[in-house]
């Protein structure tokens, strides 16, 4: 009934806000995407890449390999699936969805983080990165909620909005070292008591929407983990690596 509605309505809305890129603000045939130009700006990660983090290999590399970084320092997450990296056409997709408050793009970017997630066979629930109250409070919204929720939808997996809590407000960790990181989220991410039953033995996709350093996805993989999750694959809408950016280019 949903759809049809949908469906019914869709000339009506096309008629009062005309379909346009998000980024550019071409004219475009239906709501919820790009234009061509603009897809083609977007950089999605691919074959080859490092067989425990996904991160992906120049040339002369073949999948099944493990990156240096992984090796360095074993990563206790179970994969991550980014749908694109981070450059500036993700940029601004992300800075429109997080703080301009266009939510609808939501649907577009889950899409993306979808088409790279790997097979969740079995049950798995969906918990997303949180936000401390107080800047949940100023946003209105978790950005990284609102793609959970279209995750969920999209593989029929379980959400679970509240399993993870921020104790504490945490500043912008860009530019921080990796001691400063580990101080200023040390005791910040806590499960949700409620919610740990539901963890227990349990495969987890947490998402969110940039992967920068890996820090706070880190931070809440290890609680899940003591919480007795089972697996824990990380999805992001974005993923920092300006290296693979090089590759790609």
Same mark, same amino acid.
């Given at each position: 009934?949903?759809?049809?509605?949908?469906?019914?309505?869709?000339?009506?809305?096309?008629?009062?806000?005309?379909?346009?890129?998000?980024?550019?603000?071409?004219?475009?045939?239906?709501?919820?995407?790009?234009?061509?130009?603009? @897809?083609?700006?977007?950089?999605?990660?691919?074959?080859?890449?490092?067989?425990?983090?996904?991160?992906?290999?120049?040339?002369?590399?073949?999948? %099944?390999?493990?990156?240096?970084?992984?090796?360095?320092?074993?990563?206790?997450?179970?994969?991550?699936?980014?749908?694109?990296?981070?450059?500036?056409?993700?940029?601004? !997709?992300?800075?429109?969805?997080?703080?301009?408050?266009?939510?609808?793009?939501?649907?577009?970017?889950?899409?993306?983080?979808?088409?790279?997630?790997?097979?969740?066979?079995?049950? @798995?629930?969906?918990?997303?990165?949180?936000?401390?109250?107080?800047?949940?409070?100023?946003? %209105?919204?978790?950005?990284?909620?609102?793609?959970?929720?279209?995750?969920?939808?999209?593989?029929?997996?379980?959400?679970?909005?509240?399993?993870?809590?921020?104790?504490?407000?945490?500043?912008?960790?860009? %530019?921080?070292?990796?001691?400063?990181?580990?101080?200023?989220?040390?005791?910040?991410?806590?499960?949700?008591?409620?919610?740990?039953?539901? !963890?227990?033995?349990?495969?987890?996709?947490?998402?969110?929407?940039?992967?920068?350093?890996?820090?706070?996805?880190?931070?809440?993989?290890?609680? !899940?983990?003591?919480?007795?999750?089972?697996?824990?694959?990380?999805?992001?809408?974005?993923?920092?690596?300006?290296?693979?950016?090089?590759?790609?280019?």
């Amino acid at each position: 009934m949903h759809v049809m509605l949908r469906a019914a309505l869709a000339p009506v809305v096309d008629l009062v806000y005309p379909p346009r890129c998000p980024l550019c603000g071409a004219g475009l045939a239906a709501q919820g995407g790009l234009c061509a130009e603009c @897809w083609g700006e977007l950089v999605i990660p691919g074959e080859p890449c490092c067989a425990s983090c996904q991160r992906p290999f120049g040339a002369g590399l073949s999948s %099944g390999a493990i990156c240096l970084p992984c090796l360095g320092d074993p990563p206790r997450h179970d994969g991550i699936a980014a749908g694109t990296l981070y450059n500036d056409a993700s940029r601004k !997709l992300v800075l429109a969805f997080k703080h301009g408050r266009r939510i609808a793009l939501a649907q577009l970017l889950a899409g993306l983080m979808a088409a790279r997630l790997p097979a969740l066979e079995g049950e @798995w629930l969906v918990v997303p990165v949180p936000l401390h109250r107080g800047r949940l409070w100023r946003r %209105g919204y978790n950005q990284s909620a609102l793609l959970a929720a279209e995750l969920a939808k999209r593989t029929g997996a379980t959400l679970l909005v509240d399993a993870l809590v921020r104790r504490k407000p945490t500043p912008t960790l860009g %530019g921080l070292g990796r001691k400063a990181r580990a101080r200023a989220l040390s005791g910040a991410i806590a499960v949700n008591r409620q919610r740990a039953a539901a !963890l227990g033995n349990g495969r987890v996709l947490l998402v969110d929407d940039v992967m920068t350093s890996g820090a706070t996805s880190n931070a809440c993989v290890s609680v !899940l983990k003591r919480a007795g999750a089972e697996k824990v694959v990380i999805a992001c809408f974005a993923r920092v690596l300006d290296e693979a950016l090089d590759h790609a280019g």
